[in-house]
């Protein structure tokens, strides 16, 4: 990133600052400026269409013209606009939605509290660890586990809990002392040869559990992990995993957080990530399909024994001494709470449990491309990964940028918006999409696939 001069307009001003681009690329070519949305199409300042395969940025869950969102927004405007949860106070809509979520929640949780963000609410999960230890007379017990690969924040404490070195590097991040990395469970990837999805769970587990003890269990304080693995590439979990992981969690008196930014809100065919694979957190944050992206807002639910212990030391201390100016906006809450409501009415999770099949059986017929190594996913979640040879999976060098092209030419020749991951073209379409739209996104994504193939053969990128 270069220093902007006084010169540059807003548009370029926006271009500037706009993350994960490749800055010679688009010095050239500028933004892709978007002006309007409807369904799951999003269309530019020329009247283009494009089909929206990663709701903007794994979350516009309703699609971008969703006027009972506008509504609830509006109504609470005029109500009140703003009031803060300090002191002992909060608004009405606010208590709702904290009872709504509970209510909800895969597992008993006793309380929940709201930032602005995933990022802000993994990286208030890091202070609660390690409060809760402090309360429990434990200060040694504060390293946290995160997965390479794994990702759960831009601000400085969740960026150290991620596993993805273009998060980090430049960044001085992960901090110091209190963050280590285990395996990234993807079995294409990192199996041995012969060895079974099982099997290999059972040694990432092996792998974890010798971490801990290499370190002393009395220093490890939580674990955190994505349900599925978005960002770093669509990764679901291998068979037996979070079951294996789990063990060894309870074993050592370790806190089990689940990051459902992603998962969340029936993105995987459930309400929740976490009963689709079973799993029993300490502790669960969630954003994005939150509010449908309409407003920012995330939140975290912690259970009765992390709760209790936060309360205790709060009343030695007299205050629990964290906050944000805008935890629990009433509007974002309002939004947040009528988005909720949408999804119950209209059965969401059902609609995702109808619609799945045609995405992940139609990826599938992929499978056979001959860029095309592993085809993946859950739900309305799955992930294409693009390879130099089939037979061996070997990848393509990631200076080629690969991937960073069929985004490029599923945008400007297809109308496809999906920002690829690596080599990993990735699907996280608006849970409202139809049969008939994911036909119309998978045509289009034929025809990526056959474009980026004819350029990485003309270039001399394919394996002999």
Not at 411 to 431: A, I, K, M, N
Request: hydrophobic fraction near 40%; include cysteine.
């Amino acid at each position: 990133m270069t220093v902007m001069p006084n010169s540059l307009g807003a548009r370029d001003v926006a271009y500037h600052l706009h993350p994960y681009t490749n800055a010679v690329k688009h010095e050239a070519e500028g933004p892709l400026v978007l002006t309007h949305g409807k369904g799951v199409y999003v269309y530019d300042e020329n009247g283009k269409e494009y089909i929206e395969a990663l709701a903007g940025l794994w979350c516009a869950s309703l699609g971008f013209a969703e006027e009972r969102l506008v509504e609830a927004a509006a109504r609470q405007m005029r109500k009140l606009p703003y009031y803060p949860t300090f002191g002992h106070k909060a608004s009405d809509v606010v208590i709702e939605l904290a009872e709504r979520l509970i209510k909800i929640a895969p597992v008993p949780m006793s309380h929940a509290f709201f930032c602005n963000s995933g990022s802000e609410a993994n990286d208030t999960v890091v202070k609660m660890v390690w409060y809760y230890n402090n309360a429990l007379g434990r200060p040694k017990k504060k390293k946290i586990i995160g997965r390479m690969r794994g990702y759960h924040g831009a601000t400085v404490a969740a960026a150290s809990m991620m596993g993805l070195p273009i998060n980090q590097r430049d960044f001085d991040v992960p901090l110091p002392n209190n963050f280590l990395h285990t395996d990234c469970p993807h079995h294409y990837r990192n199996g041995l040869p012969g060895e079974s999805e099982e099997d290999y769970a059972t040694r990432l587990a092996g792998n974890l559990e010798k971490m801990i003890l290499e370190h002393g269990a009395d220093t490890i304080a939580a674990f955190i992990a994505e349900p599925v693995m978005g960002a770093g590439g669509v990764l679901p979990p291998p068979k037996t995993y979070f079951e294996k992981i789990q063990a060894v969690l309870r074993k050592h008196d370790i806190l089990f957080v689940a990051d459902e930014v992603i998962c969340g809100f029936g993105r995987t065919g459930n309400m929740f990530g976490s009963q689709t694979y079973k799993l029993q957190p300490d502790i669960m944050t969630m954003a994005k399909a939150l509010s449908a992206a309409y407003l920012p807002i995330s939140a975290i639910m912690i259970n009765e024994k992390v709760y209790k212990a936060l309360r205790d030391n709060s009343g030695k201390i007299g205050t629990f001494g964290h906050g944000y100016t805008y935890s629990g906006h009433p509007v974002s809450a309002a939004v947040a709470l009528e988005t909720l409501k949408i999804y119950e009415e209209r059965d969401i999770v059902s609609q995702v449990r109808r619609v799945s099949p045609a995405l992940l059986n139609g990826l599938q017929r992929f499978a056979d491309h001959p860029l095309v190594g592993e085809v993946r996913g859950v739900g309305l979640l799955a992930g294409v990964e693009l390879v130099r040879n089939k037979k061996t999976k070997e990848p393509f060098d990631p200076t080629l940028g690969v991937g960073a092209f069929a985004g490029r030419i599923g945008e400007q020749s297809h109308g496809l918006l999906c920002r690829t991951v690596g080599d990993t073209f990735p699907f996280c379409p608006p849970l409202i999409i139809n049969e008939a739209q994911i036909g119309d996104m998978l045509t289009r994504f034929a025809r990526v696939l056959d474009d980026t193939y004819s350029w990485t053969k003309s270039q001399g990128l394919l394996a002999a």
